[in-house]
């Protein structure tokens, strides 16, 4: 008889699906849909095909040592005792010889919804209890968005529950792919239904992207790291042709008529029209006055911003605007609206977790330059001297910009060790690497963008002697004396139980039976309390409004009000280069699996005008560079791209040739580890190149 398990991916979608997996005779045989999850909550390829994943051929099976250079392939096996005992003697040795700050904790979207086995949280509470650690801030996906958004909200939860999309009558996704990058489960089935409904769904992206075409009414192109300058020729319109909601932004806004000043140009800079707009984005002025006029007309309005639109050179301005656009037009805290912040900050079902203690010593750095870190420490001006990197949930020699300077980084290390289920490029720049076990392999509770929580059973035995990361920190942390304060005794049973000890979940045997546990409102609004009443409800601003104009902010040497800044292009590399997600991998994950690759090979996306003018053909090998490296791979010439914009999936695993040219195409061997500013934050949609055929 086939078992039919509850089971949910515990992986970087920012969000996981409620699934089942169908096992017969000890082997998973299918992964659909969990039906309790009704009409909108679905999985996506990357859930229904995780068997291929789960039993890939060229799983690590045993602890490895590295005998050969850094980044070879040259690991021999060693037995669990031994690699423990090794890891163990090496973080002792680094630290009675450097300080706990030595090492740099790295990685961490591996597994990073799950509330056990969760490759953030472990690892911080492992090289917590170990004394101290040199950590890294802001993260990859949102650190513009994360830093400035405070300024403007505090510390508000301003998300919306998906379901909300149904009052909506106009959607902007500005810069947002859900129907690749997901965004959590529900998302694609809300739109979807909104499109058949005959709301207008307005698409922001320099590519006609799968969304576009299967979710949207309207494509608007304009050049990536724009965003700003279209948003600020949008308020133009929205100022000059009387449609700001003024009682609503006198009511909640601080420092509006600043920004009012800057969008006319009434303090000495040119005024931000449509025409001056259209100069710097390349969407026509006629695309941003209809688009500004309908959104100025209609309510309640959802924005929905990508990710993408902050990983961009001045990012986080585009992110202070997007909320002006929403206050401006009285759709913050309005259901069917939303707040213009990243959708993701609205909390789930209370439950509990597995907690990290803060050290003593923990230096940080930003995420973005942890190779400089590595290669500068202080006297660079970092907070320290890195020796070691443990490594837990991450590729980021593969994942961080500049793929050529993590790889120099890493041999600058004593020792690296890891945890993961394949040999990626960044497990090859270890000096151990401990096999870990996949998602299906263990049993958790996951979180999600939404109010619900899933149950996720264990569904499949581990491979040969992979195991969880949760026991490989246990047996470190015996061998370093703080075993019993690392796992208090408890097995995974008992955490699980733990959590839902500490959660609104009534009863966990029925939601361990069901997998879903669904929190009683989805119609959530953040911040409809402080629209309700301001007075009762304040931010925590220092206004207690919405701070379209900051002094705080002003503070970090930018200016108080969100300004469009630009990255000029050179004339050297005239193209801007895109890296957003591919449908068919997590970051770097799945690109060694032979089914994920052949759905989508790596190609550069290029229009053909910009194809012509170096004569390049569909299909054609082509060489992208950068003043960081070089990538060469087939051509693919498209008018679903915007003319001056080339577009390189991000996720590939670098292969070199004879002359030290990437021809994997990983969009990380062209990218700068020059951050965005203030935030120091990722700018791998700002990335300047040539292509040569
Ligand atoms: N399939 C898949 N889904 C994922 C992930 C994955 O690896 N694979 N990763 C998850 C994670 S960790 C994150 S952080 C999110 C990331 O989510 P996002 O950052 O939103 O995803 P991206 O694919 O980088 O970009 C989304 C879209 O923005 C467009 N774009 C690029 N630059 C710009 C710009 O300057 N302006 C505008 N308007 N559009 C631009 C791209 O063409 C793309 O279609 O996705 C999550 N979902
Ligand atoms: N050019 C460019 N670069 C980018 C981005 C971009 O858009 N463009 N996106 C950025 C973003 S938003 C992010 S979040 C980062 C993500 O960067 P990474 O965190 O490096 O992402 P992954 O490639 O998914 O790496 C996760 C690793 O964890 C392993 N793993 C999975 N599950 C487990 C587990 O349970 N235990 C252990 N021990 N290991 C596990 C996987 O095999 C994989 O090697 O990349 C960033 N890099
Ligand atoms: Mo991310």
Not at 434 to 444: F, I, K, S, V
Request: aromatic share 8%; charged share 20%; proline share 8%.
């Amino acid at each position: 008889m086939p078992q039919h398990l509850p089971v949910t991916c515990n992986r970087d979608c920012i969000g996981g699906c409620p699934l089942i997996a169908t096992v017969e005779q000890g082997r998973i045989t299918r992964i659909s849909d969990n039906p309790l999850g009704g009409r909108y909550l679905h999985g996506c390829i990357r859930g229904y095909q995780a068997m291929r994943q789960l039993y890939a051929p060229d799983r690590l099976t045993q602890p490895l040592l590295r005998v050969g250079p850094r980044g070879s392939s040259e690991f021999r096996p060693i037995s669990w005792p031994e690699a423990l005992d090794r890891v163990a003697d090496k973080l002792r040795d680094i630290r009675e010889r450097y300080g706990p700050q030595a090492v740099l904790s790295l990685g961490s979207s591996g597994s990073c919804v799950g509330l056990l086995h969760n490759t953030g949280s472990l690892k911080a509470r492992f090289l917590g209890l170990f004394g101290g650690y040199t950590v890294t801030y802001g993260g990859y996906s949102a650190a513009a968005a994360g830093f400035a958004t405070p300024y403007v909200l505090g510390n508000a939860a301003a998300g919306i529950d998906p379901a909300t999309v149904q009052h909506s009558r106009l959607v902007i996704l500005w810069g947002a792919n859900v129907s690749d990058t997901r965004l959590g489960c529900e998302w694609h089935a809300r739109l979807r239904e909104a499109k058949q409904r005959g709301t207008p769904v307005i698409v922001l992206d320099p590519r006609r992207t799968r969304t576009v075409r299967e979710l949207g009414t309207q494509w608007i192109p304009l050049l990536p790291g724009t965003d700003a300058a279209l948003m600020l020729a949008v308020l133009y319109v929205l100022i000059d042709e009387g449609l700001v909601d003024r009682p609503f932004v006198e009511r909640y806004a601080h420092g509006f008529d600043q920004l009012d000043q800057h969008v006319m140009g009434r303090d000495g800079t040119p005024p931000k029209t449509p025409a001056w707009a259209a100069a710097l984005c390349g969407t026509p002025a006629e695309t941003i006055i209809a688009l500004a006029r309908l959104y100025g007309q209609t309510r309640p309005t959802l924005l929905l911003p990508g990710l993408s639109i902050q990983r961009t050179v001045g990012g986080e301005e585009a992110i202070r605007l997007s909320i002006a656009l929403q206050t401006a037009t009285g759709n913050l805290g309005r259901r069917g609206g939303s707040s213009g912040a990243l959708s993701l900050n609205i909390p789930g079902p209370r439950i509990g977790g597995i907690g990290a203690p803060t050290p003593k010593v923990m230096p940080a750095i930003p995420v973005y330059r942890w190779p400089d870190a590595i290669l500068e420490g202080k006297a660079g001006g970092f907070p320290s001297d890195i020796r070691a990197v443990y490594n837990v949930g991450g590729n980021y020699v593969v994942e961080g910009a500049d793929v050529r300077k993590n790889m120099r980084a890493f041999e600058r290390l004593e020792f690296a060790v890891c945890h993961d289920l394949f040999l990626t490029p960044t497990a090859r720049h270890c000096d151990i690497v401990l096999p870990a076990t996949h998602w299906l392999e263990r049993q958790d509770i996951v979180t999600a963008q939404g109010n619900y929580l899933m149950f996720s059973h264990q569904a499949a035995s581990p491979l040969a002697d992979a195991r969880n990361d949760y026991d490989i920190f246990c047996a470190l942390a015996e061998r370093l004396g703080f075993g019993q304060a690392f796992s208090e005794g408890k097995s995974e049973e008992d955490w699980l139980r733990e959590f839902v000890a500490r959660s609104e979940v009534p009863d966990y045997e029925e939601f361990k039976r069901t997998g879903l546990y669904m929190g009683s409102d989805q119609q959530r609004v953040g911040l409809a309390d402080f629209v309700a009443d301001p007075q009762a409800h304040p931010l925590s601003t220092p206004s207690g409004r919405v701070e379209i104009a900051s002094e705080a902010y002003a503070r970090t040497g930018f200016p108080a009000i969100p300004q469009a800044r630009l990255l000029p292009t050179q004339e050297d590399y005239p193209l801007r280069l895109i890296t957003p997600k591919s449908r068919y991998r997590n970051h770097s994950q799945f690109d060694n699996i032979p089914w994920f690759q052949q759905r989508e090979p790596q190609r550069l996306w290029m229009h053909p005008h910009d194809a012509a003018a170096r004569g390049i053909a569909d299909g054609q090998q082509v060489t992208v560079c950068s003043p960081q490296g070089r990538v060469r791979i087939p051509a693919y010439v498209t008018e679903d791209i915007m003319p001056g914009v080339v577009c390189l999936l991000e996720g590939a695993w670098p292969c070199w040739d004879a002359d030290g040219v990437d021809v994997a195409g990983s969009a990380n061997v062209l990218a700068p580890t020059e951050p965005t500013m203030p935030s120091e934050g990722s700018r791998t949609h700002s990335v300047l190149v040539q292509v040569q055929g």
